[in-house]
């Protein structure tokens, strides 16, 4: 027998009894007792464990029927689990797509696992990657050149001269095949045409008056019908492929918005704010990728998309590539505007222009612009000459400057007024007229907007690592700060020791009277 | 399905599971784990991308002799796959300035102790979760991560079901909540509140860099073995608590437990007392030239003995772990994850000794008797600490005995060879220990006599220089939820909030980039000192939800920091 009561105390035999959950060996214990000590308490204890296990058996017997009829569900679950279970490899490198799809937003919002219809969905249901192709056929490298107000932004024409350059590349080393430009507005076939100046081969174009303007669930239709090759004959028999092999968009505000919702229709990933691209082959283990473990498999053409990672202290190189039984195609990224050059534009240059054909549903135009505003700087922050950026150097009097960056920023030609989180965030009372200017939307950084101008001037302004990722891809960056130890200056081509209260005054005023020559500065050229 | 009741949400259309359990850490994964034994269909909601990725611990998991329930019964194997290192050596250092009188806890160590590991929370809970989902999905349920459970569903003023972030709400007929410190639903239940800063501990550590051979070198010990060191004394600027160092496989937990009510009142600045520790020369010897840190984290902790919650249940919840108070710190013991474990196994077979019973709360109330029966209860809120601290933590007794520890009476009582031994032996008793009052006396001015008359003087350098606070933020991963604030000020003045500002464990006097600011605000002529706050670097440790003025909850699920040791 197991267990011998004479050789505990009650309190003990209490605990000891919790590891025994045979009704049999209970009762032999209970008998153990009275013939032994035969203490009142240490009965009833063994009486109550008693009671305890009969209840378990009871549980038991119902546990199995249970299993049984919940059988069906717990299939569907797996298969949910077996997707977390990717994502949550953490290995940046590899299985990097889910997470990036996660972050935008993409298909694994739990919420929609819950809503299923037939009333008795699980929120642990299992959701499908319905249209995942696998062993597709994929070609080309696509770019989304957004528009607006009737022009390609500068980083639609920076996505092409990139485009260009790597698929000529891409033509030495294995192939030909083509920079396909995809737009869509109110009258753009002039612009598509512009697309092949700027280096595409291909342009189609979407021409509706209802899309003058961004509107997130047209353009994404459109979009991912354009990318999968649906319409009319005439419109698609230049291609014959599934979906393009790489695709761009401009991580701008829209088009952030745009390529997450666009790479989920199209069931692949998304690695966002890139600075850098290229094409190589790379050798892979991960047997998520493989299919086996311990085996490496060399994946060709494989779109290498680098992005300054969370600390900005380093670089993470995301791929995207197809499971064994599942593609992760088109591989697409969006690109930090300034991250590349735009080619010089040859209007010589032969391309087709194609355009695109597909009726838009009237419901996806239940979102009206019944207003709208456009704030003189743009609350877009990037595609400027100019960036100044406040800090909470200006704590002493942050209205006046908040005054004084304005009047900096209307001295050069084409410059923004960007800020600090710590300015969002801070307690400041700043006064009606330029309360505008301190607002989440003008941030500059990690959880803000990522600006890349040829200069970049900072006002009391510490650089911490989160701020500094929104900036650091500035040509040439100008710090003004009190403190001669503040991180600023470690990534600063100028670092300006003084009040920015008198310092901000001072270049406005130079450059009024034309005394200083911002360009040299941009150039790397005098302080 | 036969045990399903009826009479909750399923007939409005709620999603409904036999068990939810809140939060998969030691206590959340060992309800579940239990409730699947008993063949009970349960649901265990996250918040973390993963489990773990949002807990934090000193990092020493006990095994109790006397306990109904360990963490390797419940899941075989673990201490291999995830037991850093067994803690077989235990020592206590009384630091005065310079000098170190040093103690070998090991007895009171090994005290009811089958065996204790040190742990990483992320990979062990990581590890937990996968087991749980296993067990769990058998009987028709699972893990589910990424949702944040935010508040309780209540029908009829009855609880019947939770709320969450990411899903529909979904009705249960047993609610666990393991969603641990600052648990939200037990606030929501109305059985804890956050109001009393003398409660609560704060913990802040440091994961630091160090080969496997290099610690056994360094520590003197074995490849399976393991090494505690806790600190006291006056390194610490008079705040009440101590420091402690456990080796890992290849990396050490450094860190500090103060009482907040004192850290406020110092104004005392966590990570500065963090970096005093890491500085003093008695540690020269272990970290060496060379200082890695790969994580700086923070969390709050209930002190049982004044919250443990005597019935931590309501209608069809029962809270477990931290969530109601379960963690043990007495004197230099910090014990909270075994004993969560043991509450949510025994809350698990409360539940299924009462499910066939119409009232709702049998669940709890069995719960409540099986914790005091199992002398859990005992342990968390021993009844003896009720008397002794009701006098010995008193001011005017413990200027007393400090008059008297100081005058030179007092040290020499301690200095004579006799006291020597007795300290010796004191400080290996479980039962002194216990009482040993939670006052500077206890923390500060008894190790520092301790160690100004009988230590002896280290003279090694510290050549280590701890991460600025802006670098340790600047190393966390975070996903922000941008736009989505998870703490709001409801009071930004300086005299409601200002306490946050030191208290913060990511922000400073003088720091811009942590979460509460100080600023100076002049309006009309006036200055006024204000407090701001920016939630991005916020490590979630739940401190200011204690000393400032806040609306308080955690980020929606997978949002905010993400700890990758923990
Ligand atoms: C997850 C996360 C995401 C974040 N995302 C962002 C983000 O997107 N963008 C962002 O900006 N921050 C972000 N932050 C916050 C960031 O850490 C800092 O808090 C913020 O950038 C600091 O702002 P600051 O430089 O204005 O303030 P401070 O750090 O307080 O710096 C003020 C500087 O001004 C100088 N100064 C003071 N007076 C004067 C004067 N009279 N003249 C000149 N100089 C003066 C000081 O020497 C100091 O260097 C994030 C933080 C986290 C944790
Ligand atoms: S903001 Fe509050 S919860 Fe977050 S780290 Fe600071 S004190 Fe902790």
Redesign the pocket.
């Known amino acids: 027998m197991g267990l011998d009561p004479e050789e505990f105390t009650v309190d003990e035999l209490t605990d000891e009894l919790e590891t025994v959950d045979d009704a049999d060996e209970l009762s032999a214990v209970l008998e153990a007792e009275r013939a032994g000590q035969n203490r009142k308490t240490a009965r009833e204890a063994i009486h109550r464990r008693l009671e305890a296990v009969d209840a378990f058996d009871d549980a038991g017997s119902d546990g199995a029927d249970e299993a049984s009829e919940e059988a069906e569900t717990e299939g569907e679950y797996e298969e949910t689990r077996e997707e977390v279970g990717e994502a949550a490899e953490g290995e940046a490198e590899e299985a990097a797509e889910e997470d990036a799809a996660d972050a935008e937003g993409g298909p694994r919002e739990p919420s929609e696992a819950a809503q299923e219809e037939d009333g008795l969905s699980h929120p642990t249901a299992d959701k499908r990657h319905v249209r995942a192709l696998s062993g597709g056929d994929y070609r080309d490298m696509w770019v989304f050149c957004e528009v607006q107000q009737g022009e390609l932004l500068e980083v639609s024409k920076e996505m092409l001269g990139k485009a260009r350059e790597l698929m000529d590349q891409y033509a030495a080393d294995y192939e030909e095949e083509h920079v396909v430009a995809f737009l869509m507005g109110d009258d753009c076939e002039g612009l598509a045409e512009e697309c092949i100046a700027y280096g595409a081969d291909v342009a189609v174009y979407h021409d509706d008056d209802r899309l003058e303007r961004f509107l997130h669930k047209p353009y994404s239709e459109i979009a991912a019908h354009m990318a999968r090759g649906q319409g009319t004959v005439e419109s698609t028999d230049w291609r014959a492929y599934d979906e393009p092999r790489y695709v761009l968009f401009p991580a701008t505000n829209n088009g952030r918005d745009l390529s997450a919702q666009v790479q989920a229709e199209l069931d692949s990933g998304l690695a966002s704010d890139c600075s850098d691209l290229y094409i190589e082959a790379t050798e892979i283990s991960n047997p998520v990728k493989t299919g086996e473990p311990g085996v490496k498999k060399t994946f060709e053409r494989v779109l290498h998309m680098k992005r300054p990672d ?1 600390s900005g202290f380093e670089y993470s190189t995301i791929l995207c590539l197809d499971n064994p039984d599942r593609d992760f195609h088109p591989q697409g990224c969006s690109v930090i505007p300034g991250s590349f050059e735009p080619m010089d534009p040859d209007p010589d240059r032969e391309g087709l222009v194609v355009e695109h054909d597909m009726e838009l549903e009237e419901e996806w135009f239940a979102v009206e612009v019944t207003e709208h505003d456009e704030l003189e700087a743009g609350v877009d922050l990037t595609g400027h000459e100019v960036v100044v ?8 009097d942050p209205t006046l ?1 908040v005054e004084l960056g304005l009047e900096l920023v209307d001295a050069f030609d084409d410059a923004a007024l960007g ?7 801070s307690s400041y009372q700043f006064e009606g007229h330029v309360e505008e200017y301190t607002k989440e939307e003008r ?7 990522i600006v890349a101008p040829p200069l970049y001037i ?10 500094k ?2 900036m650091d891809e500035s040509e040439t960056i100008v710090a ?4 001669t ?4 200056r470690d990534f600063s081509d100028y670092f300006i020791e ?6 901000l005054p001072r270049l406005t005023e130079a450059l009024e009277a034309g005394e200083l020559d911002v360009t040299a500065v941009a150039d790397g050229g005098e302080d | 399905m036969a045990m399903r009741r009826t009479d909750g949400g399923a007939e409005e259309g709620y999603e409904h599971y036999e068990a939810i359990v809140v939060g998969c850490g030691p206590g959340g994964a060992a309800a579940a784990s239990r409730l699947a034994d008993h063949g009970v269909e349960t649901l265990v909601l996250e918040r973390g991308v993963e489990a773990g990725s949002k807990n934090v611990s000193g990092g020493l998991i006990y095994a109790e002799e006397s306990a109904p329930y360990t963490i390797d019964d419940l899941f075989p194997g673990m201490r291999e796959a995830v037991g850093e290192r067994p803690i077989t050596d235990y020592y206590i250092h009384n630091i005065a300035g310079k000098k170190v009188k040093t103690y070998d806890l090991t007895r009171l160590h090994e005290h009811d102790t089958d065996w204790c590991d040190a742990v990483l929370r992320r990979r062990m809970d990581a590890w937990l979760e996968a087991r749980v989902h296993e067990k769990t999905s058998e009987t028709g349920g699972g893990v589910l991560t990424g949702v944040r459970v935010n508040g309780l569903l209540r029908e009829n003023g009855e609880i019947v079901g939770v709320t969450c972030d990411e899903l529909d709400p979904i009705t249960a007929d047993l609610i666990v909540a393991a969603d641990g410190v600052n648990s939200e639903l037990a606030r929501d239940a109305g059985l804890m509140d956050w109001e009393e800063p003398d409660e609560w501990f704060q913990g802040v550590k440091a994961v630091v860099e160090m080969d496997g051979e290099r610690i056994e070198d360094r520590f003197a010990i074995g490849a399976d073995e393991g090494v505690a060191h806790l600190f006291s004394g006056d390194l610490f600027e008079g705040v009440r608590g101590g420091g402690f160092l456990y080796t890992n496989a290849d990396t050490l937990s450094i860190g500090t437990v103060f009482h907040l009510d004192s850290l406020v009142e110092e104004r005392a600045e966590p990570h500065e007392l963090l970096d005093a520790l890491l500085t003093h020369p008695l540690l020269a010897q272990w970290l060496g030239e060379e200082y890695r840190e790969l994580e700086y984290s923070a969390k709050l902790v209930p002190d049982s003995k004044k919250v443990a919650h005597r019935e931590p249940y309501r209608d069809r919840l029962v809270l477990v772990g931290d969530a109601a108070g379960q963690m043990q710190a007495q004197g230099p013991i910090i014990k909270g994850m075994n004993h969560a474990v043991t509450a949510g196994a025994l809350a698990a077979d409360a539940f299924a000794r009462t499910r066939r019973d119409a009232d709702t709360e049998s669940a709890g109330r069995a719960y409540t008797s099986m914790l005091e029966e199992s002398g859990t209860m005992g342990k968390l809120r021993p009844r003896r600490y009720e008397y002794t601290s009701v006098v010995s933590e008193r001011p005017l007794v413990t200027r007393v005995v400090e008059g008297v520890l100081n005058s030179p009476v007092g040290g020499v009582a301690v200095g004579n060879p006799l006291a020597k031994r007795l300290l010796g032996r004191a400080y290996n008793s479980p039962l002194l220990v216990g009482m040993l009052p939670d006052t500077e006396t206890g923390y500060v001015t008894l190790p520092s006599v301790i160690g100004e008359k009988l230590g002896r003087t280290v003279h090694w350098e510290n050549e280590v220089e701890p991460p600025a606070l ?1 670098d340790r ?2 190393e ?1 991963t ?1 996903d ?1 939820d941008v736009g989505n604030p998870h703490i709001r000020l409801r009071d930004e003045s300086y005299a409601a909030s200002g306490a946050a500002v030191t208290a913060c464990p ?1 922000s400073a006097e003088d ?4 979460c509460y ?1 100080a600023e100076t605000v002049k309006t009309n002529g006036t200055e006024e000192t204000l407090v701001s706050l ?1 939630t ?3 490590v979630e440790c739940g401190t200011c939800a204690i000393v400032a003025d806040t609306e308080w909850e955690h980020p929606r699920g997978g949002k905010g ?1 993400e700890f990758r040791q923990g």
């Open positions: 969370f950026c406040l800090g909470r150097g200006i704590g002493d400057g800020i600090t989180r710590g300015i969002v965030t941030q500059i950084g990690e959880t803000g907007q900072a006002a009391g302004v510490s650089g911490a690592i989160q701020h990722v929104g003004i700060n009190t403190d130890d503040a991180r600023i003084g009040d920015l209260f008198e310092v | 802006v933020i600047g966390l975070y922000t990511v720091f811009g980039g942590g600011r920016d991005q670097p916020c920091v």
